[in-house]
């Protein structure tokens, strides 16, 4: 058994269907404006600076004053104590029958060569020795300034 409902019929329903009610414009444009306007001055009004400087004004009374700020005096520094400068180990070129000898820039013959130094010139001790080469190698500072490695064989003790 089948119901068959005339189509007419349910057409005819839709167009009797009771109509909405317009929507009333500017009404909903002034209750936007306000909604927007509560939005903006409870998030103005939380504002967490703002908050406490109206709590922090609150909370001093105008007859109290600020503590004065402390005054800080230099300390002196004491004068470090005068050491006297150990004295300097000098060294001359010596035994190369008058063709100096390499200064160079690490201990050993493959060290780079900075400067070959004349006998006699006078050298100063600026570190320890090291053996390379089979060599024994005096760290040594010439007069022009620049500092390196000489074999000790061809420096000895220069009298003061």
């Known amino acids: 058994m089948s119901v068959?409902?005339?189509?007419?019929?349910?057409?005819?329903?839709?167009?009797?269907?009771?109509?909405?009610?317009?929507?009333?414009?500017?009404?909903?444009?002034?209750?936007?404006?306000?909604?927007?306007?509560?939005?903006?001055?409870?998030?103005?009004?939380?504002?967490?600076?703002?908050?406490?400087?109206?709590?922090?004004?609150?909370?001093?009374?105008a007859s109290v004053q600020a503590p004065a700020e402390p005054v800080v005096a230099p300390t002196p520094i004491p004068q470090p104590a005068v050491q006297p400068?150990?004295?300097?180990?000098?060294?001359?070129?010596?035994?190369?029958?008058?063709?100096?000898?390499?200064?160079?820039?690490?201990?050993g013959e493959r060290g780079q060569r900075l400067k070959t130094l004349a006998e006699g010139t006078a050298l100063e001790l600026v570190g320890g020795d090291e053996q390379s080469d089979g060599l024994t190698w005096r760290n040594v500072r010439e007069p022009g300034g620049t500092s390196g490695w000489v074999a000790a064989k061809f420096v000895n003790r220069a009298e003061r």
């Not at 002034?30 to 709590?55: E, I, M």
């Not at 400068?85 to 201990?107: D, F, H, I, Q």
């Open 85 to 107: 400068a150990p004295p300097v180990e000098r060294v001359r070129v010596a035994g190369t029958n008058g063709s100096g000898v390499n200064l160079r820039a690490k201990a």
């Open 4 to 61: 068959a409902f005339p189509q007419n019929k349910v057409f005819e329903r839709r167009l009797d269907a009771p109509h909405e009610a317009p929507i009333h414009w500017p009404s909903a444009i002034v209750g936007l404006v306000l909604a927007v306007v509560v939005v903006v001055g409870v998030s103005w009004l939380a504002q967490p600076g703002r908050r406490a400087t109206r709590v922090a004004e609150a909370a001093v009374p």
